[in-house]
């Protein structure tokens, strides 16, 4: 198969005709772009780098085993067969990869890579149809009961406009890194396929599984074509209007087709489908200055955020719909909390803080981040999860079918996502507004800000998060007036996320000073940011440091799931116990509320990792004190099969030895 990849010719073009920018609003708040951010960081580099040498082209070989890439060959009659792989939605999985290796061609040229890419470009023109239709379970197999007629088969269920709103930011993602449009006239065919087809006066069809907005959304910012974007709207207001089929009422919760978006007073259903839905409605609204939807958003927020996300940021609690369940229901060892829905949980905060400027949605985007998210796949880059609990026995097979991480999956949605995902990772760390700049995330990096005529360079160096001093030098245009806005994240602030959800038990001091050019400097402090307004020359050095203190985490005690018990976390790292370090039964573990425990850094463990050490009581035929050594949440599982445990039973004093 890949010799046939290179070798089929391509046709580029380094202009896109009529290419403009949108002339609606958008976003008060823009962020700063991946490619103008180099990340030098000891923690997310390698990450990067193992996705980019490792993670991209092994789920492009999977691809290639497992059909998904032959499917396009045989629709494109390149070669005979049929349809390869299990699923309709399998095109997506490709579309999600070339995204992501698309990102990593933008930052590191590989010509090898973008030859590769080409060839797949190619492919999938050839096995578009005629008029711009795109979906090779159906072009392969026209006659089959799942695809016999476009749109027509449950049309809900059906992922033909989800695959293709991967597609669109994948053809996006194609143009910008390449400047070659092969991808994205596929791209313009399809969408405008799409806008002959359906529309207030055509063909009412709702999009089964939500991704084909943030899609057409990303199409209308590359082209101009404002038909991509009004399409996004009607695909959003359809929602509750219409119900081929008469489903049952909990199926259409799943898919978030029950009542109009407007109308859904709570996160219900598939939990990546509603912050799909969620991250495309609020582009839509952002875009178009609809106060009702943006109203609207902020209320499905704060249902999700205050009452159903795991400690981890992790969301949807119910492994059998893989959907949020009721307000406070969030059950520890059969949690569901897809790392799709952890990612989908990072895209719609970033969202909401670019239209509200405030801290506590990038609270919750690092904790997913840096818990939900990077979980989600080994350290190796090449086996992932698809749920991430927060208990396990070791022995249950709940990682489809395994008791640890997998290669691959049938349905292999997550492994997908993370290629494109981790990629981008730089592009969430700044932001800037007229003559703000905020930082968001503490990643050593190196940052051109493009603002209006003037520039500023932005140096960022730090351990984060081991450890929480941060400097920043600034490297200003002569005359540049530039207010810095630095978030103080909410654990720093005494609270694990906004709302009460969660709280700390215990409290320590949280003053945070700052230093200009090592002079204490005075703050105004605004919406989770400290405000630095200051004269800054080139050189200027701002330097602070948040206090990493072991923190104990205590649930509502509406989590019945949680009561009785805490969790363990310090700055923005949930910690676990892992069996391969604790030889008991974490069945049987107690901690103390008064338990102090001692950070230790660990080179040579889980590619380096902070460690913490204390003492637990272990209940049982021999209750008595032990050591305990607890380990980053989202390094569990590197060691094969192994239980592992979060929340943990809490009593109210150390006893006596």
Request: aromatic letters at 12%.
């Amino acid at each position: 198969m890949r010799n046939i990849l290179v070798c089929l010719p391509f046709v580029f073009s380094l202009v896109i005709t009529g290419c403009r920018k949108p002339s609606a609003g958008d976003y008060p708040i823009q962020p700063v772009p991946f490619t103008q951010v180099q990340v030098t960081d000891s923690f997310w580099l390698p990450k990067i780098e193992t996705n980019r040498t490792v993670t991209i082209p092994f789920a492009f070989r999977k691809s290639e085993e497992t059909g998904r890439i032959a499917n396009f060959a045989v629709a494109g009659k390149v070669i005979p067969g049929k349809f390869c792989s299990k699923y309709g939605y399998d095109d997506s999985d490709v579309y999600k990869i070339i995204e992501g290796a698309a990102y990593s061609l933008a930052t590191h040229p590989d010509p090898k890579l973008e030859a590769y890419l080409d060839s797949l470009a190619n492919l999938i023109a050839k096995a578009q149809e005629p008029d711009g239709y795109l979906y090779t379970m159906r072009t392969i197999n026209p006659d089959s009961s799942w695809a016999k007629n476009r749109w027509e088969r449950d049309p809900l269920g059906s992922h033909e406009l989800y695959n293709v709103g991967h597609f669109y930011e994948a053809a996006v993602a194609h143009y910008q890194a390449t400047g070659k449009r092969t991808l994205l006239d596929v791209a313009i065919k399809n969408a405008n396929l799409l806008v002959n087809t359906f529309g207030p006066d055509k063909l009412h069809i709702t999009p089964g599984h939500p991704e084909t907005e943030i899609g057409l959304v990303k199409l209308y910012r590359a082209t101009g074509n404002k038909k991509y974007l009004e399409l996004a709207r009607f695909f959003v207001d359809q929602r509750g209007k219409k119900d081929p089929g008469a489903n049952p009422k909990y199926y259409r919760e799943y898919i978030l087709t029950h009542k109009p978006l407007l109308e859904q007073d709570e996160a219900v259903g598939h939990a990546v489908r509603a912050l799909y839905l969620y991250a495309g409605a609020t582009d839509i609204a952002a875009i178009m200055n609809d106060k009702a939807y943006l109203k609207h958003m902020d209320r499905l927020w704060e249902d999700v955020v205050y009452r159903k996300i795991y400690i981890t940021g992790g969301v949807g609690a119910w492994p059998t719909w893989e959907a949020f369940g009721p307000a406070y229901a969030l059950p520890n060892d059969t949690a569901y909390a897809e790392t799709c829905a952890a990612i989908a949980n990072v895209l719609w905060n970033q969202r909401m803080f670019l239209l509200h400027g405030d801290s506590k949605y990038i609270d919750v985007l690092e904790r997913s981040l840096y818990n939900g998210v990077i979980s989600g796949y080994s350290l190796d880059g090449t086996k992932f999860f698809y749920p991430n609990p927060l208990e396990s026995d070791g022995k249950t097979p709940f990682n489809m079918g395994s008791c640890t991480r997998q290669e691959w999956f049938d349905c292999s949605c997550c492994p997908s996502n993370l290629a494109r995902f981790i990629p981008s990772v730089p592009g969430y760390i700044y932001a800037f507004r007229k003559d703000t700049v905020y930082v968001n995330l503490f990643i050593s990096s190196r940052a051109t800000i493009v603002m209006g005529n003037n520039a500023l360079v932005l140096e960022q160096e730090t351990r984060y998060p081991w450890d929480g001093k941060v400097k920043l030098t600034l490297h200003p245009a002569p005359g540049m007036k530039t207010i810095l806005a630095v978030r103080v994240p909410g654990w720093v602030q005494g609270k694990p996320l906004p709302g009460d959800l969660y709280s700390y038990l215990n409290s320590f001091d949280a003053n945070t000073q700052v230093l200009i050019n090592g002079q204490p400097a005075a703050t105004v402090f605004s919406n989770g940011y400290m405000l630095l307004n200051y004269p800054w020359k080139d050189g200027d050095v701002a330097e602070f440091e948040f206090p990493m203190a072991v923190r104990k985490v205590i649930a509502n005690p509406q989590v019945k799931d949680d009561s009785g018990k805490l969790a363990i976390e310090r700055g923005p790292i949930v910690y676990c116990a892992e069996g391969a370090d604790n030889p008991f039964s974490l069945e049987n573990v107690s901690i103390p509320e008064d338990a102090e425990f001692e950070p230790v850094w660990k080179p040579e463990l889980l590619k380096g990792i902070l460690v913490l050490k204390g003492s637990a009581v272990i209940t049982g035929r021999k209750t008595g004190t032990r050591g305990v050594q607890l380990i980053p949440y989202y390094a569990w599982s590197n060691r094969g099969c192994n239980p592992m445990k979060v929340w943990f039973m809490r009593t109210e004093s150390q006893p006596g030895q």
